[in-house]
């Protein structure tokens, strides 16, 4: 019962790091906390040093992936002067586009809502563009980032699982006691019978003079 919930535990938590990979690609789920949060539940299920192992390297790099993507996609926006709010509105356009247009909603959407929120901010085609494509820059930067991270976490996860202990106590079992010398010759053989003599008695002789009486 042990192993059978530990598979299906694993499967679960295979399923949500995938679809944190995917998200991180994709930018509609919260890809990292997905792979996080998958990878907390399997370490708490499993109890074993690879399992908080894994953990503790997937928050360390996921983490670290957030800092680093907000840095270099911060100083992206900072320098072309874009504000946060452009991108912001730009991404609430894109998940709205995922829902209406499948596959391709969600780019063309996000571009677009882009586009026009810097067109209404610079208030001339000229300016809006290349400050739509620097922000684009800096989605591009955001994506990577959280990619890398998350399929970093993904592999560390993915060595945990491959390396992880069989539960459930699978060790060979202890050989049963013999009941005799005729099946197993395990066990003790039985004391011989005394005589009326007091000497030992080992049973019928053999060979030919016992045959003959």
Avoid at 16 to 40: H, K, N, T, Y
Avoid at 58 to 75: F, H, K, S, T
Avoid at 126 to 131: F, H, R, T, V
Wanted: proline residues 9%; glycine residues 16%.
């Amino acid at each position: 019962m042990a192993d059978q919930v530990d598979v299906l535990v694993t499967v679960l938590c295979g399923l949500v790091v995938l679809l944190g990979v995917i998200g991180s690609a994709v930018q509609v789920l919260p890809g990292p906390v997905l792979v996080a949060v998958a990878m907390l539940v399997w370490a708490l299920v499993q109890q074993t040093w690879l399992g908080w192992t894994a953990f503790a390297v997937a928050a360390v790099v996921l983490a670290g992936g957030q800092v680093l993507e907000l840095v270099l996609a911060g100083r992206t926006l900072v320098r072309a002067k874009i504000p946060r709010s452009t991108i912001l509105l730009a991404a609430a356009a894109g998940v709205v586009g995922f829902f209406v247009v499948p596959v391709v909603g969600l780019p063309l959407f996000f571009i677009g809502a882009l586009f026009l929120v810097e067109l209404a901010r610079l208030r001339t085609v000229a300016a809006a563009w290349p400050s739509t494509l620097t922000a684009l820059r800096a989605v591009g930067i955001v994506v990577l980032v959280e990619l890398a991270s998350s399929l970093v976490a993904a592999s560390a996860w993915g060595l945990a699982v491959a390396g992880a202990p069989p539960r459930g106590g699978g060790g060979p079992r202890p050989p049963a006691p013999g009941r005799g010398g005729r099946r197993g010759g395990g066990g003790a053989a039985p004391p011989p019978r005394a005589t009326a003599g007091g000497a030992p008695h080992a049973g019928p002789p053999r060979g030919p003079l016992g045959a003959g009486g």
